[in-house]
T-cell receptor, first 110, second 119 residues
């Protein structure tokens, strides 16, 4: 079945880079997404990548896609306290639903 | 442009009571989705409307859940009677109409969610 896996926790020192990893199962997914949820807030679309790309960069964010291994990562450069949140990886399912992982809680150490 | 809005933001009810959640999508978005996140678990799909029609309701847990989107604008999700395991955060999302011939959704815009606690 369809499944998206990601680690549940990540701790990073302020100023360092954060790398959040994700694996997915549907090789026919057209889009892969990263959503961010800050405390008490909704899901904010952070970035997304088309499956025919292997990298996308947007300011401090870099998304890497390894389609062969079905591996997606999100790198946040120069991590700030405001980056503290839960980050959800998501893919399109075969029947066009979006399948989410359980989310990675990013904790910033001073 | 106003985003997706959900009401209420929090609801605490007793087991056996009824609760109705409301979602106002972004104006002009034909697609409206309901998702749910139970504590610590994945965000799970519940159902999908295209305008006023239910496109896919395969994620609805059981017949205690009823979703409507009369007129193709706002949507309601009613839980009756509520059970303890219904506690969680209910998210609504919307997206513009998409050509069904193309695979892949345009990104969904989510609301802030309704946190439902059943005691």
């Amino acid at each position: 079945g369809e499944d998206v896996e990601q680690s549940l926790f990540l701790s990073v020192r302020e100023g360092d880079s954060s790398v959040i990893n994700c694996t997915y199962t549907d090789s026919s997914s057209t889009y892969l997404y990263w959503y961010k949820q800050e405390p008490g807030a909704g899901l904010q679309l952070l970035t997304y990548i088309f499956s025919n790309m292997d990298m996308k960069q947007d300011q401090r964010l870099t998304v890497l896609l390894n389609k062969k291994d079905k591996h997606l990562s999100l790198r946040i450069a120069d991590t700030q306290t405001g980056d503290s949140a839960i980050y959800f990886c998501a893919e399109n399912s075969r029947d066009d639903k979006i399948i989410f992982g359980k989310g990675t809680r990013l904790h910033i150490l001073p | 442009e106003a985003g997706v809005t959900q009401f209420p933001s929090h609801s605490v009810i007793e087991k056996g009571q009824t609760v109705t959640l409301r979602c106002d999508p972004i104006s002009g978005h034909d697609n409206l989705y309901w998702y749910r996140r139970v504590m610590g678990k994945e965000i799970k799909f519940l159902l999908h409307f295209v305008k006023e029609s239910k496109q896919d309701e395969s994620g609805m847990p059981n017949n205690r859940f009823l979703a409507e989107r009369t007129g193709g604008t706002y949507s309601t999700l009613k839980v009756q009677p509520a059970e303890l395991e219904d506690s969680g955060v209910y998210f609504c999302a919307s997206s513009p109409y998409r050509d069904r011939g193309r695979r892949g959704n345009s990104p969904l815009h989510f609301g802030n969610g309704t946190r439902l606690t059943v005691t």
